[in-house]
């Protein structure tokens, strides 16, 4: 009854069989060729002789893996070898390496993981334990590991919060690994680091850059301009606030009358260049006042107008014959082409209240005129009755159709003799 056949070791390969019948006989001492071992081969390197004394190492055949405390070796002893244990096997790989977790110290230094072994992980710094999943790997009937679950949880840095005046771009977590970007809003520049990160601290896990801050970005003093100014100036100017000019009296304001504070490269910069102040080219009236205007009329020769006189004839009394005067009213005329004997003046023009005071001159003159003559008619009444005063009224009519108003009293004189 032969052996099981699982224990029967299997055939040397043919290679080595022909080697084994194809080598001289050895000396005495000497040992043949070393002994099959299963799933092994012997290391020879050069050799083909074994004398005593002589160690033969193996290594295992792919697949398998040496069984930890067992012999790999063998010794030629007075022209024998040495026993040897079948020493290799099959086992899983080495354990999963993964990101969240370390094999234990126990685990790391083995190598052979035969059917069912288990091995132990735990949390690599800036992850914690997740209790609820296991933290072990099993190799399997394949030969190859269970599949881990994610027993470590990556840590959380803190909340950022939020940044005046400014941005915190969260691109994915804030968990260990993880990045955070800052920004400002317009107007403002950013003082400190652009981002950051959430690394190790000792057992626990912080941002690695302290946060920046946002400053408002201000604008250099505006522009002074000749012959104007700024209206309600300011002691700083920031994004967007204005600057408005205005000009002093007798100049134009040529352009944009205001430009504001604007942003380039984290720098303030004015919109545009300031508006400019031209003198105006036409000459200004002071309201209220006009300069006195004269027309200047040539002179011409005065000649007496021909005048009709009309005479009252008075008979004289019988007792005393009294010669009687007659009087003319003779005005004076001037003649001109150009301008006409009465003019009226402008209003504002010429000289105030020269045409008021002719006609006052005027009319006080004739009613002086007038009183002598009702004297002298009254005066006449008496001597000759209604003759006189048939007569007289006459020669009233007359000079009073003979009068002309000038701007001199002294050209009033009676035209008849009454």
Known sequence: MGLPRALTPPPPPLPLLLLLLLRPPAARGNCTFPPVVPNAQPILGDRDSFPENVTVTYKCNEGFVKVP?????????????????????????VPTRLLFATLKKSFSQQNYFPEGSVVEYECRPGYR?????????????NFKWSKPDEFC???SCPNPGDLTHGHVTIPNDILFGSSISF????????VGAASSYCVLADNSVEWSDPFPECQEIFCPDPPEISNGFIYDPQKTYVYQQSVKYKCKIGFTLIGENSIYCTVKDDQGEWSGPPPECRGSQTSTVTPGFQKPTTANVPGTKTTSAPQKSTTANVPGVEAT??????????VPAKQSSAVPRATSTPKGRGTPGSGASTITTGLVAGTVIVILIIIKIFWHYGKSGSYYLHENSKAFSAVFQNLTVTGDASEVRPSAKL
């Open 183 to 190: 920004s400002c809003n317009v107007g403002y520049r950013l």
């Open 153 to 155: 949880k990556k840590k």
């Open 129 to 141: 334990r997740d209790y609820s999943l296991s933290e072990k790997l099993t190799c399997l009937k």
């Open 321 to 330: 014959s009294t010669p009687q005067k007659t009087t003319t009213a003779h």
């Open 69 to 93: 405390g067992k012999s790999d070796s063998v010794i030629c002893l007075n022209s024998k070898w040495s026993k040897v244990a079948e020493f290799c096997n099959r086992s899983c790989d």
